[in-house]
C-alpha cells in the first residue's frame, strides 16, 4: 500500500461562527460614540444579535445559494395569462426577512433609528449584499412619501414594519411592504429629465395613467415604487414623482409588465429589471412640474446607503485577509508577521476603518437633524458616496490577492465580493454625477460649504497633515473657475480631509497618525501596502483582527 498523497495541512480555517459587530472595533466604537448612552446597551445588544447572525454558518450558506439560484422571471402563468413575477430561491427571502425583522427599513421612527439602522445594514450586508436593494430602497422612500402627507400616513407604518410578507397582495392586506424605485430611462440615465415616460391625468385628483418604459427598475417584486413620468403641460413637460402600486386596493394588478431581468455582473441575488407601463395607475406625490426635488430626497437616503454597503464589503473583505494571512504560513512563519504582508493589510485596515468613521458620522447627522446637520449631510454625503464607492473595488482586489490562488476560487467568497464591489460607484449616480453634485453645492449652498469647513475644522491643530491638506484644500474652494475638469481631484481631496478629521478626532493615535500620514501626507504610494515606516503596522492589523487567536 503506497502511502496516502493527499495530506491537507496548512490550510485556514472558515471565517465562521463569530459576532461581526462586536469583532468589527471601528463599528461598535462608532455606534458607542454616536448613540445616547441610556440607550447604548440596548442598542448594542441589538446589533450583536444581528452580527452572530451575519457571522454564522447557515447566513453565510444563504448568501451563496442566492446567489447561485438566481431570480427566474415568469411572465405567463401556464395559461397565458401575464403576471409577471420574480421566482427568488428561499434564502433570498430568509435574508430579506431578517432584514426587515431587524429593523434595517426602520429609521425614521425610532431613536438613534439612523445610527442603529446604518450599522445593522454594513453588519448584515456582509452575510450578503443584493437583498439589501430592496432594504434600501424601502428605508429611503419614506421622506420622499413626506411631500404628500396623506400618502405617508398611509405608507410609512407599512415601510417600517418589522413583518416581512413577501405576497402580492393589496397594500391594505399587508402587514409589511417593501419599495422599489424606476426612474432612468434608456435614452437618458443619469439625465432623467430626459424622460419621455408621460402621465395623463385621470379623473381622480392626484392619480394619473402612465405609458412607458423604464430601463432599470429596481426589486420589481415590491409593493410599490416611485418613479419619474413627464405630466404634458403648456409650455412643456413638467416632470412629476408618482407612486405605482404592484396591487391595487380592489386587489387587481396594475400594469407592470417585467420585460426582462439584467444579467449583471454581480449583485446576481438581486432582480433588476425592466418594465413596461401602458395605462398604469399612480398616485401623484409632490407637486407636478418638482419631480427631481421631490425623489432626491429619497436618492440622498439611497446614496448613504451606497457608502454603507461599500465600507460593509470593504470591512468584510479586510476580515477576510487578516484571517487568511494569521492562519497561513509562508516562508518560515504565518504570513502576518511578514513585514509586507503586514503593510498591506494594515493599508486595507485604514480604508475599512476610514470608510466606517465617515458613514456613522452622516448616519449620526440624519438622527441629529439640526440645521447644521442638514447642511453637512447635503455635501458630505455626496462626497462620502464618491470616495467610498471609488475606493470598494480597489479594497476588495487587494484583499483577495492576499489569498493568493485561493482567493481567486468562487468557494473563498473573495470572487462574490469582487463582482459587487463596483455596483455602488454606479448605483445612484455615477462619479461624475456625484462630483458635479458637490460643484454645484459648492457654488450655490454656502450653508452647506460651512457645515463642512466647520466640521473638519474640529480637528484643526491636531496633525500638521492633515492642516496642511485643509489649506490646500481651501485654495481648491477659493478658485472654482473651471473646475468642472478638475472636480474629481477637489471631491476627493474634500473626502479625505473629511475623513482624517474624524479619524483625528475619534481614532486610536496609530489609525489617526498613520492615515493622515499617508493619504494626506507626501509618504504614500498608488497601491495598497505602501505606508510609511513611522505607521504602527502591528497595531493596525491587530485592530482589524477579526476573531481572537
Known sequence: MTAPTHTVTNQVPPLVGHDVYRTDRALAEGVARHAAPARLAEIDDELSDLGRAAGSAQAQRWGEEANTVTPVLRTHD??????????????????????????????????????????????????????????????????????????????????????????????????????????????????????????????????????????????????????????????????????????????????????????????????????????????????????????????????????????????????????????????????????????????????????????????????????????????????????????CPSVAVEALECLGGNGYVEESGMPRIFRESPLNSVWEGSGNVQALDVLRVLGREPQAVDAFLGEIGLAHGADRHLDAAVKDLLADLADLEGVEARARRVVERMALVFQGSLLVRFAPAPVADAFCASRLGRDWGTAFGTLPGSADLAALVERARPVEV
Open 78 to 391: 401556464r395559461y397565458g395569462n401575464r403576471i409577471d413575477e420574480v421566482d427568488f430561491h428561499p434564502s433570498y427571502h430568509r435574508l430579506l426577512g431578517h432584514a426587515v425583522t431587524s429593523g434595517l427599513t426602520d429609521a425614521w421612527s425610532r431613536p438613534d433609528g439612523h445610527l442603529r439602522r446604518a450599522a445593522g445594514f454594513v453588519v448584515w450586508t456582509q452575510a450578503e449584499a443584493g437583498h439589501g436593494c430592496p432594504v434600501s430602497m424601502t428605508h429611503a422612500a419614506v421622506p420622499a412619501l413626506r411631500a404628500d402627507p396623506d400618502l405617508a400616513a398611509e405608507w410609512q407604518p407599512r415601510l417600517g414594519s418589522h413583518v416581512y410578507d413577501p405576497r402580492l397582495v393589496a397594500p391594505g392586506q399587508k402587514p409589511g411592504a417593501l419599495f422599489g424605485m424606476g426612474m432612468t430611462e434608456k435614452q437618458g440615465g443619469s439625465d432623467v429629465r430626459a424622460n419621455s415616460t408621460t402621465a395623463r391625468p385621470l379623473a381622480e385628483d392626484g392619480t394619473y395613467a402612465l405609458t412607458g418604459h423604464k430601463w432599470f427598475c429596481s426589486a420589481p417584486m415590491s409593493d410599490g415604487f416611485l418613479v419619474l413620468a413627464q405630466v404634458p403641460a403648456a409650455g412643456g413637460d413638467r416632470l412629476t414623482c408618482f407612486l405605482v402600486p404592484r396591487v391595487l386596493e380592489d386587489g387587481s394588478r396594475n400594469v407592470f409588465a417585467i420585460q426582462r431581468l439584467k444579467d449583471k455582473l454581480g449583485n446576481r441575488s438581486n432582480a433588476s429589471s425592466e418594465v413596461e407601463f401602458a395605462g398604469t395607475w399612480a398616485r401623484r406625490v409632490g407637486e407636478e412640474g418638482r419631480g427631481v426635488a421631490t425623489i432626491i430626497e429619497m436618492v440622498a437616503a439611497t446614496r448613504l446607503d451606497c457608502a454603507l454597503g461599500s465600507a460593509a464589503l470593504m470591512r468584510q473583505a479586510v476580515a477576510q485577509a487578516v484571517h487568511h494571512a494569521t492562519h497561513r504560513s509562508a516562508f518560515g512563519g504565518p504570513l502576518v508577521d511578514k513585514p509586507l504582508m503586514r503593510n498591506v493589510l494594515a493599508d486595507l485596515a485604514l480604508e475599512s476603518e476610514a470608510a466606517t468613521t465617515a458613514v456613522l458620522r452622516l448616519a449620526a447627522a440624519y438622527d441629529a437633524d439640526t440645521p447644521r446637520e442638514r447642511a453637512l449631510r447635503r455635501l458630505a454625503v455626496a462626497v462620502t458616496k464618491y470616495w467610498v464607492t471609488k475606493r
